[in-house]
């Protein structure tokens, strides 16, 4: 049974960054790096945002609010994907969550980020 488990959330001072992890369990090597995934936001009272997207190519796509400062990489051994976030802002408070193409109505229960001005 595929899970995701994120975690590396909390609450920071604006400028400061974190790193964000997305486990999974329960995939096959291929599975994992033959499909994109991603890391979505929810901030209260708003729609679910897409913020970052690796590919199977390794290509990175980033909303244009957290560009430049977010980066996303993975740990094909942990299976294991990250999402670095630098000079972060009052804006990018949310619940995060990762998802994976293969498993798309699979969601975990997200990791909290807040970030105080």
């Known amino acids: 049974q595929v899970r995701l488990v994120e975690s590396g959330g909390g609450s920071v001072q604006a400028g400061e960054s974190l790193r964000l992890s997305c486990k999974i369990s329960?995939?096959?090597?291929?599975?994992?790096?033959?499909?994109?995934i991603s890391w979505y936001r929810q901030a209260p009272g708003k729609q679910r945002e897409l913020v970052a997207t690796?590919?199977?190519?390794?290509?990175?796509n980033y909303a244009d609010s957290v560009k430049g400062r977010f980066a996303i990489s993975r740990d094909n051994v942990k299976r294991t994907v990250y999402l670095q976030m630098n000079s972060l802002k009052p804006e990018d408070t949310a619940v995060y969550y990762c998802n994976h193409r293969a498993y798309m109505n699979l969601w975990g229960q997200g990791t909290q980020v807040t970030v105080s001005s």
């Open positions: 329960g995939i096959i090597l291929s599975v994992f790096t033959g499909n994109s």
């Open positions: 690796l590919e199977s190519s390794r290509e990175t």
